[in-house]
């Protein structure tokens, strides 16, 4: 899901990260836990472009698209990925995701020109 800054209002971090943790939750407890890998991951984009022209289509594309999904792939199941420039993000505007949330870890990911700094939450 990609939501425009235009669009982003008063707690609105915590209501993705509170969205996300339900749904996670709420699939993983449906569904066989040994068959069942939900993961997901959360990042604030900026380098992000619409690769339709289509007016009512939304599909979106750029390196911090990339970096969401290899954020993903470092999660376990029933995990979450927040990268650290969304958590810095939620935590500026006064949104407090501290709670469950692991200290700050960093890697070098594929195609990504930079190192990566992010914390992971599980959901239980």
């Known amino acids: 899901i990609f939501i425009p800054d235009s669009e982003i209002g008063a707690n609105t971090y915590s209501q993705i990260f509170d969205s996300v943790k339900c749904a ?23 380098n992000v472009y619409n690769i339709t022209f289509i007016p009512e289509v939304n599909d979106y594309y750029g390196i911090d698209i990339d970096l969401a999904a290899r954020l993903m792939c ?32 960093d890697d070098k990911f594929k195609g990504i020109p930079t190192i990566t700094k992010y914390r992971t939450y599980q959901v239980t």
């Open 74 to 105: 470092k999660t376990d199941k029933k995990c979450i990925a927040l990268s650290e420039e969304f958590y810095a993000r939620a935590i500026l505007h006064g949104e407090d995701l501290l709670e469950g949330v692991s200290d700050v870890e």
């Open 24 to 46: 996670l939750s709420d699939f993983n407890n449906e569904f066989d836990e040994s068959t069942t890998k939900l993961k997901a991951a959360i990042h604030y984009c900026t």
